[in-house]
């Protein structure tokens, strides 16, 4: 089991950046896929991103795709997203995630961090 803890969310503007950033325990991280959800206020738990163990690979949900990066640093033991063009509607408690597979169902990811707010004001 990889413990998880997410850090760098806050109070932004739209327009605005903001870098996200979850750091692993445990000695699998680097071979681990790694993704990143969000959940808004009475909406499901919804895909962002998720990178390979390797960082070679990624995917995108359509509405990030352009302005958020998925990136990882595994001597660090550290999977990050930057987020860039905050709009009001990326306003959401962020979560990231292990998987051994390679795809955006949340049910196919077996760890989880606690979750980190981000909210975008107009």
């Known amino acids: 089991q990889v413990q998880l803890v997410e850090s760098g969310g806050g109070l932004v503007q739209a327009g605005g950046s903001l870098r996200l950033s979850c750091a692993a325990s445990?000695?699998?991280?680097?071979?681990?896929?790694m993704g990143w959800f969000r959940q808004a206020p009475g909406k499901e738990r919804a895909f962002v991103a998720t990178?390979?163990?390797?960082?070679?690979?990624?995917i995108y949900d359509d509405s990030v795709q352009g302005r958020f990066t998925i990136s990882r640093d595994n001597a660090k033991n550290t999977v990050y997203l930057q987020m860039s063009s905050l709009k009001p509607e990326d306003t959401a408690v962020y979560y990231c995630?292990?998987?051994?597979?390679?795809?955006?169902?949340?049910?196919?990811?077996?760890?989880w961090g606690q979750g980190t707010q981000v909210t975008v004001s107009s």
């Open positions: 990178i390979s163990s390797t960082g070679r690979n990624t």
């Open positions: 445990g000695r699998y991280f680097s071979v681990l896929n």
């Open positions: 995630a292990t998987t051994r597979g390679w795809n955006s169902d949340p049910e196919n990811y077996d760890d």
